[in-house]
């Protein structure tokens, strides 16, 4: 079965400063791998995803996130944040060719301070 | 196109009693699931429905229960509340089967509190 650890429960940035999130994952082959970013009182919405191809993935609000293989990471990056961006970001997994159900990490809470 | 949306936002009940939830998904979308989000356990997955057949479940006692409608349309249910289903309760929907590899579009939750 598939895991997904995101090391960090909080993450503090100043405004404009770069940011980086790590997920790393659990799965013995390939996982798909999704980006989801949930602000206060909605729902979850895709950030971006890796399913094949170029490891360095580009998503919307400007984040990206690079596979790395051989560190079975899956680390979220923005250049530069905004106050916006505040929110709590989860990393999920799915397995090819095996149960339908992505795994979720326990998320990370971004505080950006002005 | 309009979004997921879940039905009621808020919720409050006493335990011992039950809850209907309701999702619509986006149109077109014929794969609805559903997770338990709480601050010690995180998102949790609850089942999947796709074409009115419940796909797959996840590791929750039988007192949960769901179903969709022919119009993709969703419930869900639990029965005999306890203080620990005290969650929000998110209703994903997708163009295919599969949440594990396809993207989901989430609803905004319904806020559930077991007194």
């Known amino acids: 079965a598939q895991s997904v650890t995101q090391p960090d429960i909080h993450i503090t940035v100043s405004e404009g400063a770069s940011l980086e999130l790590r997920c790393n994952y659990s799965?013995?082959?390939?996982?798909?791998l999704f980006w989801y970013v949930q602000s206060p009182g909605q729902g979850l919405q895709l950030l971006l995803k890796?399913?094949?191809?170029?490891?360095l993935v580009q998503g919307i609000k400007g984040f990206e996130a690079e596979f790395k293989r051989s560190q079975s990471s899956f680390n979220l990056r923005k250049p530069s944040v905004h106050w916006s961006d505040a929110a709590e970001y989860f990393c999920?997994?799915?397995?090819?060719?095996?149960?339908?159900?992505?795994?979720f990490g326990r998320g990370t809470s971004l505080i950006v301070h002005p | 196109k309009a979004g997921v949306t879940q039905t009621p936002r808020y919720l409050i009940k006493t335990r011992g009693q039950q809850v209907t939830l309701s999702c619509s998904p986006i149109?077109?979308?014929?794969?609805v699931s559903w997770y338990q989000q709480t601050p010690g356990q995180g998102l949790q997955f609850l089942f999947e429905?796709?074409?009115?057949?419940?796909?797959n479940k996840g590791n929750f006692p039988g007192r949960f229960s769901g179903r969709q409608f022919s119009n993709s349309r969703s419930e869900m249910n639990v029965s005999t509340l306890e203080l620990g289903d005290s969650a929000l309760y998110l209703c994903?929907?997708?163009?295919?089967?599969?949440?594990?590899?396809?993207?989901?579009?989430f609803g905004p939750g319904t806020r559930l509190t077991v007194l």
């Open positions: 994903a929907s997708s163009p295919q089967e599969g949440g594990g590899y396809n993207e989901q579009f």
């Open positions: 799965y013995g082959a390939t996982p798909y």
């Open positions: 890796y399913f094949s191809g170029d490891t």
């Open positions: 999920a997994v799915g397995a090819r060719g095996g149960s339908y159900i992505p795994t």
């Open positions: 149109s077109g979308h014929r794969s």
């Open positions: 429905y796709f074409s009115e057949t419940q796909r």
